[in-house]
Structures are given as C-alpha cells and as structure tokens.
T-cell receptor
Framework: GQNIDQPTEMTATEGAIVQINCTYQTSGFNGLFWYQQHAGEAPTFLSYNVLDGLEEKGRFSSFLSRSKGYSYLLLKELQMKDSASYLCAVRDNDYKLSFGAGTTVTVRA | TAGITQAPTSQILAAGRSMTLRCTQDMRHNAMYWYRQDLGLGLRLIHYSNTAGTTGKGEVPDGYSVSRANTDDFPLTLASAVPSQTSVYFC???????????FGEGSRLTVL
C-alpha cells in the first residue's frame, strides 16, 4: 500500500514563496504527481516527476528524491488565486494513483 | 470540449436505496477511476479500470461495484446505500502511459 504525508495547512503572504513537502512510503513507485484543487472544484494537474531532480513550470516547481521518498512543490510569487488545496499523489506499478490528504494553502494580502 | 462528464451533480438518497453514478469520457483514455473525497481524508480510490472489460479494487471498494463495458463509460453503483457513503465522488480518466488524471466535476451524494 501507500502512505503519503503532507502538512494539513500553510499560510503565506502574497508575493512570497511557499514550499509544500510530501513524504511517501510505497510498495511500488511509478511517478509522483501534484494537483491543485480549489474549494468546490475538481483537482487539476500541476506537475509530474518520475526521475530525481527539479521540474520547473512557470511559478511552480516540483522536486523528487526517490531514495528519500520525498517531494516538494514550490510556489513562487504567490497570488491570491493560489489559495487552494495541493494534493501529492504517488502512482504505483499498476498505474493507480494514491493521494495524500492535501495541504490547504491560504494566501494573505 | 466535454472531456469527462459525471451525473448527477448532486443527489440525496434514502439509506437502503440503490444508486448509479454515471461517468463518460470522450478522450479515448484507456484507464478510468472512481474516487471519493471526504474532509481530512483526501481522495481515496474505490475502483479502477485499466482497459475496457477489466476492473480492479482500490483502497475502499466495499459497498460499491463498477463495470467497464466500453472505453467511454464507467458507472459506479451503490447497491444499498448507507450514511457512511455520504461523500463527493470524482470520476477520472487517463492514459496509463502518461498517468495524468483528468477529473470530472464531481457528484455530491448525501445518504440519509
């Protein structure tokens, strides 16, 4: 099975940087995903890592260390619209995604 | 473009009644999934299908059944609903090669 941990809540100021950590213990690993979910909406894809290292996409970056079972999502130049839940998900060798409980990020002016 | 469509959007159901949540995708994705989302627990996989004609159990399959008769449709059935099945249900689809899930808008189910 999968055990995926991420902080429950984080608060940051508009224009700042926030790093959301995710640790996982899995019976099989075939990639790590980050999703964004605004309240009352469906999750939407943000990033994907399968090899160690940093993937950058605009204001969002995601890092993976497979040996440590660790990933982070970095949100730069925070905007009010970034207030949302951020979900870490691990794919196993049967192509199933297991999700962490999510981190609610609140951006304050 | 439709993408992935779920119905109904919301439903109130009496305990003991049966209910089918519908999910249709037009992206020709081979894999489809049903998740439930509860406060503090995140998204939990109920059932999945990696290709038409096959299904598998996820983390919380009890009380639910699915079928995958064709590529596009993946209905979720609650044979006899119980209050603990009150939740928001998300259907998703993907190509297994890429893994990126595309989610429907969700179905909010309340069992009384």
């Amino acid at each position: 099975g999968q055990n995926i941990d991420q902080p429950t809540e984080m608060t940051a100021t508009e224009g700042a940087i926030v790093q959301i950590n995710c640790t996982y213990q899995t019976s099989g690993f075939n990639g790590l995903f980050w999703y964004q979910q605004h309240a009352g909406e469906a999750p939407t894809f943000l990033s994907y890592n399968v090899l160690d290292g940093l993937e950058e996409k605009g204001r969002f970056s995601s890092f993976l260390s497979r040996s440590k079972g660790y990933s982070y999502l970095l949100l730069k130049e925070l905007q009010m619209k970034d207030s949302a839940s951020y979900l870490c998900a691990v794919r196993d060798n049967d192509y199933k995604l297991s999700f962490g409980a999510g981190t609610t990020v609140t951006v304050r002016a | 473009t439709a993408g992935i469509t779920q119905a109904p959007t919301s439903q109130i159901l009496a305990a003991g009644r049966s209910m089918t949540l519908r999910c249709t995708q037009d992206m020709r994705h081979n894999a489809m999934y049903w998740y439930r989302q509860d406060l503090g627990l995140g998204l939990r996989l109920i059932h999945y299908s990696n290709t038409a004609g096959t299904t598998g159990k996820g983390e919380v399959p009890d009380g639910y059944s699915v079928s995958r008769a064709n590529t596009d449709d993946f209905p979720l059935t609650l044979a006899s609903a119980v209050p603990s099945q009150t939740s928001v249900y998300f259907c998703a689809s993907s190509y297994t090669e890429t893994g990126e899930l595309f989610f429907g808008e969700g179905s909010r189910l309340t069992v009384l």
